[in-house]
């Protein structure tokens, strides 16, 4: 190999790791979304829904270990959720969720729950 | 921004340091050795305020008394012990910020005796860069007065999360490698007015090298932190402000090996100057992320609004604009052609500064976008990148520098076509990573099982390698330490968190569990003071036992999680609590229905017996729309007493709880009467606790400190080297 095939390979290597490195972003991010329209275009891709908890729609099931609650969307739409695991800390107290996972048309499968107390929620902390 | 006795002196730092700054630039025109005599005073002066005003705040921790600053009474309180009260010091913003300015001032009186030059430039663009550090001192100002004090106020104490030893060292360790930095453009403008490109990596290695060290072990430290007290189990989450620390110290190994290529060879200046330049900038810009509050949404730390994220980012800018002119200035020096070594070493280089970039992408994704990014982007790709940079490590190790044209096996032919396919190899599997991630679990599993593994392996010969030249002398001692290390801890973190935790549940005491090999028993639970429980387990394998103290604290962040961990030489066992629920049932229920008839003589209701309480319940009042009922329950020379119970709301009197269960309705006996009524149920309250941590065996921990510790020794015996060189060659 003489020196300008090492320079083009090279080039070459920089380019293929940065395009990677692109794709791996897309297939990657986890979109904030806020809306029910929004769950529907991100259909079975991992999302961050933000929004306000549905207490009175809350029930944990014993059985499965499983908690439900509905969430409420910037367009008022509510959204079943579906979460494995034991109640989160401060679920009781917190007004707002960002729930992570994958939405399936009917319900968002939740692996993850942030709980945002209000004051963090206004950007404002401590 | 009132100007108080406490404050004075950082305000006449700034003063100082401003005309210290021009009195430099003066000296470049009238290249008079006294104006250069009279900046150099005041830089002096500027740096020794800077450092009295850092002296003086700690003073004012120590006190116990000074609760009317702001900064003092957010960050420490009188009960504090004395090591909390020494790091409340940089607990907080302001704090750090002027113990950084302080480190920084100590670094530029130790580098005037090397940045000093006829024209006075390098310490005029030093002394801009202090005045503009302590300028966001001065602005976020660590002395303001405390608004809301009154005599007698003790302090809020430091936050409980950073009360522990790893955490009071993490951060000044840290900052002492940012300040470090600082003298990387003054290095490289001299270089770029002189033209001397020798002597440059030659003076500025030991700073290099101290800065790399000082971060280095600081970055170790905050991770140590992150396993030992978090709970959650791991070393590095990928979060911004980590991220944001890990830039520099890529950046700056990456300049490290730029120079030892430079001086050797002279090629490479221009690089090694924008790469000066990025050092300094990527602390800035790190001090940037954690004040401007842009990634508040997507990390664990805490920010705080402030103010002087714009004077940060006027900083940088300076700071870019030097770094082109150096940059264009600067010229590179061929003296000799580059050896199969060298080339590596170069190459090798690239790979850190691409691996940089990448992170940086993804850390900066979020404010792009708007959108968060799976920490999954980050294995990938610094896994793929890190397959190639091991086969470049590896055979840079055992090769000497100078080209031995005997050597068939590692020929250049040979090592070029193996660096070219690792890189193929190592693309194809980031690509199938890609590809799978969301679309087949199982393939995307055994392509990460492969990625992994063909990692490790690398790895483990990168440090085979580095035991070959340490017989063969190719390599410096403490460049085969540090790389061992860095292979060791590569190796640890990919080993040690293929673990999956798991949930144990207790539901009372002395419940026992199996995980793996341990018998986890539940002894006792213990609120020690108002706001921490202590959940206390026995742990026992091969019949040793041994106490574990879970602990959970109410602080005003939230709750703090404290794990426990059980090292052995296979793994540790890592225990960390999650939560403690309550549940309460029924036990020995019955159900009583309660009726009321409306007819013509107006609302009838029969009371009914309830045997377990010894008396009758009527119900009073129904509303269907709010779910709820009004009963009044009757006893033996007792005056009735009216009950509300709804959907939601059970009533309990004595040990017993009446629950509402449901509206009834009939006609009634005769067309005239409508029965309306509602089903309770009574029962005995059984209250139960159901108590759940989490447990996860975490094999070969052990090797991730060995690694940690390696990389810390062959940094000190590398700053070591160093000094001593360049000792020698001033004396």
Known sequence: MNNKTLYILGVIIIAGFAILGVLEMQQLKTPYITTKSGLIENERRTIQFMGEIVREDSKYDDKIDTLYFSIKGDDNNTIPVSYKGTIPANFDTSENAVVRGKYNGNMIIADNILLKCPSKYEGKSK | ????????????????????????????????????????????????????????????????????IEY????????????????????????????????ASVFGLFAIKYLRHKTGIPLAIFSLFQFFLVLIVCIEDPFKPFAGFHRGMIGIGLNPVL??????????????????????????????????NMSWAKETMPSLILGWFFLGAGIALGMVWSYEVLGWGGFWAWDPVENASLFPWLIAGALFHIFIVLTRTGNFAKLASILSTLCFILVLFAAFLTRSGILSDFSVHSFADSKTGVYFLITITIAFVIGLITTVKIKNTHTSQLSSKEKLVFIGSIFLIILAVLIFAGTIFPIITGDALNTDYFNTMSSGIAIVGCLILAVSSIIAWKENKKNKLFSEKNINTSIVISAFVSMALIFARAIFNTRNADLFFWFSMLMYSVLVIFLLLVILASLISLFRKNQKISAAISHVGISLLLIGLIISSASVPERLSFSSLQDSVIFKDWNIEFVSKEQTDRNTLNLIFDV?????????????????????????????LTGDLYLSPVEIS??????????YTLTTTISNDGWLSLPVNIPELNGYFTLEKINVEQKSITISYSKENLEPIEYVITDNQSVFIDDYEIRFLAFLSSEGHSQDEITAGASIAVGKQNKSEKTIIEAAFKPLVWVVWLGLALIVLGGFLSVRNHFYNSLRQHT
């Open chain 2, 163 to 196: 009360q522990n030893v790893w955490m009071a060292v993490h951060p000044p360790v840290i900052f002492l490698g940012y300040a470090v930095f600082i003298l990387l453009p003054p290095f490289a403008v001299k270089a770029a007015i002189d033209q001397d």
């Open chain 2, 72 to 103: 003092i009474y957010k960050h420490s309180s009188v009960a504090d012990p004395l090591i909390y009260k020494i790091s409340g010091l940089w607990a907080g913003q302001e704090g750090s910020m002027l113990l950084w300015a302080a480190m």
């Open chain 2, 582 to 591: 309550q549940e309460s049932n029924l036990i020995d229920e019955k159900n």
């Open chain 2, 540 to 568: 026992k394998k091969n019949n040793k036992s041994r106490k574990a103290n879970l602990s959970v604290e109410q602080t005003r962040e939230g709750e703090l999680r404290k794990p426990v961990i059980i090292t052995t």
């Open chain 2, 1 to 68: 921004m009132i100007i108080s006795t406490d404050n004075f002196p950082i305000w006449l730092s700034l003063i100082f340091s401003f005309f210290a700054m021009i009195y430099y630039l003066v000296s470049r025109w009238n290249e008079n050795t006294k104006t250069s005599k009279i900046a150099e005073i005041l830089q002096i002066l500027s740096s020794i305020l800077l450092i009295y005003a850092c002296i003086y705040l700690l003073q004012q921790f120590l006190s116990g008394n000074r609760y009317d």
